[in-house]
C-alpha cells in the first residue's frame, strides 16, 4: 500500500454514479459543506467520527433497501450480537477510510468512478475481531444492486470476477440511508446538473431523518411509506419554499433538471428505474413555492388518490407536462382554486392567459339563473351530452352576434387541433366545465410568456370564403334577407352540412381566383378525413361563426351611421 491521492487536491469530485454522489453529498451535509467537491478527506474523518453511522444504519428501515440484510450490519442475527455487528461495521467503514489515502496501486481500477484503485476487500476487514482471514467479496450488502460472485439467491446476473470498486466509492454509499426517502414504494437517488441544488434536496432529507433518529427507537421508519407519489411534489415544493425563505438559492440554476433513481435492493426482487423531471416542470415547482401555492399543491396531493391511472398522477402530469385531472371538478369536488388552475395551465402547459379569460366568459354566458336549472350545468359530466355540447356552440353563436365574445375568444377556447381535415381541441369543452363552478372569481394572470401560434386563429382562406359570400348575399338580397335565410336557418338546424360545397361553386362562379385550381385541393382536404369521408361539421361551424361576427360587424355599422334604425333588420 502507498500514499495516495492528496486530499486537498479534490479526492471527491462528481463521478456520475448516483449512488455514489448521493453518499458523498450526504457526508457534504454533515460536514456543512455546500458541495462535496468542496470537501476534504480531514472533512469525512470528521464526519465519520462525529457520527455513529453504524447506530443510524441499524435503526433506519431505508438501510435493508439499499443494501439487504445479508451484510456485516446484520449478520449474525440476533439481539445479543447487536453490539458485536456494529462494531464490526464501523471497522470496516474504517478500513476502507483508510484505504482512500492509502490505496493499492497494484489493484485495478475502479469500475464505478474509473479514477481511483480498487479497495483491498479483505484488507479493510482485518480489524474485524471476528474475522479468520476469510476471502471476502464486494456483493450488493456493500454497494446497491451489483451482481455477487455465485447465484446472489438468484436475485441479480453473478460475476465470473469481483467487481471492482475503490474504497471511496465503497465507503460513500453507506451514507445513502440517511439520505434518501421513498417514492411509490421505491427508494430515490437523484442527479442533476447542478450539485449544490441537488445537495440541498437530500439535506432535507437528512434533517428529517435525524428528527426521526432524535426521537428514538429501534426501528425509524422510511420517510414516503405508503404515501402517494403525490406526497413527493408536496415536499417538493415545501423545499423549495425553504430554500427561497432563506435565500439561499433566489434563482435556479440554468438547467435544473432532475433524474430520480427509483431503486430497491431488498429481497429477490432488486429493481432500478429513473424518472426526469424536466427544467421548465422543476421550474414550475419552484415558481408555484415562490407564489404560496405549496398548500395549494398540498390539497391536489389528496385528489390525486382517487385517480387510478398512474399516468395521470400529479408528479406524472407535471413531468411530461399535460394536462392534470385532479385539476377539474369530480362529483361534489370543484376543482383546484382559480389561482391553482390558472397556475397550472399558464405556467406549465402554456395556455394563454386570454384562453382562461374567455372560457370563463363562456360559462357565464351558458349557466341559467334558475337555480335548479344550474344544477344540471354544474354536473361534472356535464359535457358527455351531445346535447349540452349543441347548446354550447349554440350560445357561442349567440355571443358572438351580441358581442360578449369574439371569433378570438372562440379560437382561445377552442384551438384548432387539425387543420386537415378541420377539427378543434375538445379541451375547451374541460376549461368550460371547470369555470361553470367558478364564474364569479377574479383570474390571476400568471402568464409570463405568451406564444400563440395558427392554432387560435382562423384560417384566412375561411375569412375570405364567409367575406365574400357575406357581401354577395347582403348586396343582392339585404341584410334582413341574410338573417332570416342564412343565420336563423343555422340556428334551426335547417342549414345542410352538404351547404358548404354549394357556397363554394358558388363563390369560384363569381370570383376570378376562387376557382378549382386554386381552392378544391384545399376545401377537400379540410372536410374529408383520411378515408374521404366528409367531416366539415367544424368548417361549417366556423363559416357561421365567421358569417355571424360579419353581420354583428355591419349592424353595428348601420346603427352608428344611423341611429335610428331598426336593430332587429336592417336594410
Known sequence: MIKGVNAENGIYPVTGNPFVDTGQAVIACLAGKESFTKMN???????????????????????????????????????????????????????LLSQIENVNRDSGMC????????????????????DKGNDHVVGRDLFPLIGSLGSDAQALPSSSRMFNI????????????IGTRLLSGKLMVF???????????????IDDNRRLLSVGGNSIETIGKKRHSSETVKWLCTVFRELQHAQKIKELPKNSELNIWLFSNSGTNPSCEIISIPDESVRFLWDAARYDLENEIASLATVDKSIKNSDNHLLNSIRNKIDYMGLYPIKKYDGASVSMFAFYQTRLLGVPYKTLVASQKLAEGLLPDNTKEQKEWIKSDVFKDIKKRNILKGRIIEMVEDGRLSIDDYFHIFPVKSLYPLQASF?????????????????????????????????????????????????????????????????????HVYWIKNVMCDLS?????????DWDS????????????????????????????????KMQENITMNPEINQTGGN
Open 522 to 553: 384545399f376545401w377537400h382536404d379540410l372536410c374529408h378525413d383520411e378515408t374521404g369521408n366528409f367531416v366539415g361539421y367544424e368548417l361549417l361551424f366556423q363559416m357561421r361563426l365567421a358569417l355571424t361576427d360579419l353581420y354583428r360587424k
Open 166 to 177: 475503490c474504497p471511496r466509492c465503497l465507503f460513500a454509499v453507506a451514507y445513502i440511508p
Open 111 to 130: 469500475e464505478c468512478c474509473g479514477e481511483f484503485h480498487a479497495v483491498d476487500i479483505n484488507a479493510a476487514y482485518e480489524q474485524v475481531d471476528d
Open 191 to 205: 442527479e442533476g446538473a447542478h450539485q449544490p441544488f441537488v445537495q440541498d434536496l437530500i439535506k432535507s432529507i
Open 509 to 517: 362562379e363569381r370570383h376570378e381566383g376562387f376557382g378549382p385550381d
Open 41 to 95: 478527506h480531514d472533512d469525512v474523518k470528521r464526519v465519520f467520527g462525529g457520527n455513529d453511522l453504524s447506530d443510524w444504519n441499524s435503526r433506519l428501515k431505508s438501510f435493508t433497501m439499499v443494501f439487504g440484510n445479508n451484510g456485516p450490519l446484520y449478520q449474525p442475527r440476533g439481539k445479543k450480537f447487536e453490539e458485536t455487528r456494529k462494531r464490526k461495521y464501523r471497522s470496516i467503514l474504517s478500513g
Open 427 to 495: 379541451k375547451g369543452f374541460d376549461m368550460t366545465r371547470y369555470f361553470l363552478r367558478h364564474v364569479d372569481e377574479d383570474i390571476h394572470n400568471y402568464e409570463y410568456k405568451s406564444i400563440e401560434g395558427e392554432s387560435v386563429k382562423m384560417n384566412p382562406n375561411i375569412l375570405e370564403a364567409a367575406d365574400l359570400y357575406f357581401n354577395d348575399y347582403i348586396e343582392n338580397r339585404g341584410l334582413k334577407r341574410f338573417k332570416k335565410d342564412v343565420l336563423d336557418e343555422f340556428k334551426s338546424g335547417t342549414k
